[in-house]
């Protein structure tokens, strides 16, 4: 009887031990939006700015133009866009000066501006 209950004892603590339930590690992304639609229009106003907002004109505002590049309002971003810098640069292309410099933008919204210079230009 003593060997079964020592048994049952390690069998226990032998699976108890291999249980993994860390939330973060296993889903990584839960509650974040994963999906990139990118088949709806792409607008300036709905795609293109906020991500301009989040990532760029901390350096490249009207005011404190970082390298003369302008990136706050729509007419100067579709400046920078038609001369093909502004793709160039946040694909972090040889040649080009890799925006923003702390990391890429993730694939999205690379994406999004793609398209957003694809459909001329849309408001």
């Known amino acids: 009887m003593k060997?079964?209950?020592v048994f049952f004892v390690l069998l226990s603590a032998l699976l108890g031990g291999c249980y993994y339930d860390n939330f973060e590690e296993l889903y990584p992304n839960a509650g974040e939006e994963t999906t990139c639609d990118t088949l709806a229009p792409i607008t300036y106003t709905k795609h293109v700015a906020?991500?301009?907002s989040?990532?760029?004109v901390t350096c490249h505002a009207t005011g404190a133009a970082s390298g003369g590049i302008v990136l706050d309002n729509y007419t100067d971003v579709v400046n920078v866009?038609?001369?093909g810098k502004l793709v160039a640069s946040?694909?972090?292309e040889p040649g080009h000066?890799?925006?923003p410099p702390n990391g890429q933008l993730d694939e999205c919204s690379i994406r999004e501006?793609?398209?957003w210079i694809q459909n001329n230009y849309a408001q």
Do not use: D, Q
């Open 97 to 99: 000066p890799a925006m």
């Open 90 to 92: 946040i694909r972090h």
């Open 81 to 83: 866009a038609a001369s």
């Open 54 to 56: 989040a990532y760029c």
């Open 113 to 115: 501006i793609e398209l």
């Open 50 to 52: 906020p991500t301009m």
């Open 3 to 5: 060997k079964i209950s």
